[in-house]
């Protein structure tokens, strides 16, 4: 097969990368130092409308510090999702806690109901904590994913966060530029309505750094710890006094320079994605045993990635994927159960029916911000010879 080769999501470098990544270089400001840093956690703390951010070097790091602010800690556990990257989960392990897997609903986040029958059969209320009767341990979080750019429930999961007294904790490393456009939060983005949220810069998300996260939370206090955590836990600047554990998680002035270029271009590279969500969705939804699995209603997605549902049982998943890799075009499935993981398998579980059907069905097709027509075309095209 001759044909260019259709990559499944690449960065988009066409705005001020290198002029900015330059700037840093000629300043000789490269490393942990430098004023990109703190403009680039002011502007995406502008952009996702909350007083500050704070910059760490992954989505992961994000979500361990997350963890450590929210004061999660050893013992305690965490209702989590199974239909999602593994990082998402591991922070709770680092911080020695449990998860608890939930399955989800048809946004492919964790589902409400089923996170509040787990709750309603499993826990009670002891001196104001959640404690799982079972296992005795505090229930003390609940770790939602916005997966795929797509809104997880929010209204119903702050709901029941209250009603039992947990944490809510938004890893929205999927989803940085999804909001509400109506209800009760209107206008409100996500990783912004919980007690902590995390964004990720990686590579394949909607804009990078190369590798970076940021960290936000409603809780001022939380933020300045999220920021002091990252640094080494730095009491006192010259005498190198430190009062408590710290990490080295800090961003670099190169890497906030390739995101400050990147933000800029942010609303374009939606744009983008919503447009050739709606080609594919006109050209595949419904035909061929496929469905194009829909965002939410009442929000605006970044439509990160886009799921091609095989809902005709002829359709194999795998023989899909190489299928189109014959054609030169490269797709993946959605990830394998986190509860299915070596280190997860015995964790507890309920509701998991609709994330196997999902893992079982969809399939990742190419939506880089870089992508064109004749490219989607193509995407289209092999999948109808099917
Ligand atoms: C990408 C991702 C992460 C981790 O972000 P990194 O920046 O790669 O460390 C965590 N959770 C989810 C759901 C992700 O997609």
């Known amino acids: 097969m001759s044909e260019k080769f259709i990559p499944l999501s690449v960065p988009n470098f066409a705005g001020n990368e290198k002029e900015y990544v330059n700037e840093a270089v000629v300043s000789e400001w490269v490393s942990t130092g430098g004023s990109k840093v703190g403009e680039f956690e002011?502007?995406?703390?502008?952009?996702?409308?909350?007083?500050?951010?704070?910059?760490?070097?992954?989505g992961t790091s994000g979500l361990h510090l997350a963890m450590m602010i929210a004061g999660v800690g050893r013992g305690d556990e965490v209702l989590a999702p199974t239909l999602t990257f593994i990082a998402a989960v591991n922070p709770i392990r680092y911080v020695g806690a449990e998860p608890v897997f939930i399955g989800c609903?048809?946004?492919?986040c964790m589902s409400p109901k089923l996170a509040e029958e787990w709750l309603a059969a499993h826990t009670e209320m002891?001196?104001?904590?959640?404690?799982?009767?079972?296992?005795?341990?505090?229930?003390?979080?609940?770790?939602?994913v916005h997966v795929f750019g797509n809104m997880a429930d929010i209204i119903s999961l702050r709901a029941l966060c209250e009603k039992y007294s947990l944490l809510l904790i938004e890893d929205a490393t999927e989803a940085l530029g999804t909001y509400y456009t109506e209800g009760a939060l209107k206008g409100k983005m996500a990783g912004t309505m919980g007690d902590a949220g995390v964004y990720s810069f990686n590579g394949n998300k909607l804009i990078t750094t190369g590798a970076g996260g940021m960290v936000v939370s409603n809780h001022a206090d939380w933020a300045e710890h999220a920021k002091h955590l990252s640094t080494?836990?730095?009491?006192?600047?010259?005498?190198?006094?430190?009062?408590?554990?710290?990490?080295?998680?800090?961003?670099?002035?190169?890497?906030?320079?390739?995101?400050?270029?990147?933000?800029?271009?942010?609303?374009?590279?939606?744009?983008?994605?919503?447009?050739?969500?709606?080609?594919?969705?006109?050209q595949l939804d419904g035909k061929n045993g496929f469905r194009i699995l829909p965002f939410a209603e009442g929000i605006r997605s970044n439509k990160w990635f886009y799921s091609l549902y095989l809902e005709d049982a002829r359709h194999d998943r795998d023989a899909v994927?190489?299928?189109?890799?014959?054609?030169?075009?490269?797709?993946?499935?959605?990830?394998?159960?986190?509860?299915?993981?070596a280190d997860y398998a015995r964790n507890e579980t309920y509701g998991l029916e609709?994330?196997?059907?999902?893992?079982?069905?969809?399939?990742?097709?190419?939506?880089?911000?870089?992508?064109?027509?004749?490219?989607?075309?193509?995407?289209?095209?092999?999948?109808?010879?099917?």
């Open 232 to 282: 080494q836990a730095k009491a006192d600047e010259l005498q190198f006094l430190h009062d408590e554990i710290g990490y080295n998680y800090r961003l670099t002035n190169l890497q906030a320079a390739l995101g400050l270029a990147q933000l800029e271009q942010i609303e374009g590279f939606i744009a983008h994605k919503h447009e050739m969500y709606d080609f594919y969705k006109e």
């Open 105 to 108: 609903d048809d946004s492919l």
């Open 321 to 341: 994927i190489e299928h189109l890799k014959k054609h030169g075009i490269q797709s993946r499935p959605v990830w394998a159960l986190i509860n299915e993981q």
């Open 354 to 386: 609709l994330a196997q059907d999902y893992r079982a069905k969809i399939v990742n097709i190419p939506c880089s911000t870089n992508l064109t027509k004749e490219d989607a075309q193509r995407v289209v095209d092999a999948l109808l010879a099917l």
């Open 42 to 58: 002011e502007k995406i703390a502008e952009y996702v409308h909350m007083p500050r951010a704070v910059a760490c070097n992954s």
């Open 126 to 144: 002891r001196d104001g904590k959640c404690v799982n009767k079972r296992t005795g341990a505090h229930v003390k979080a609940l770790l939602v």
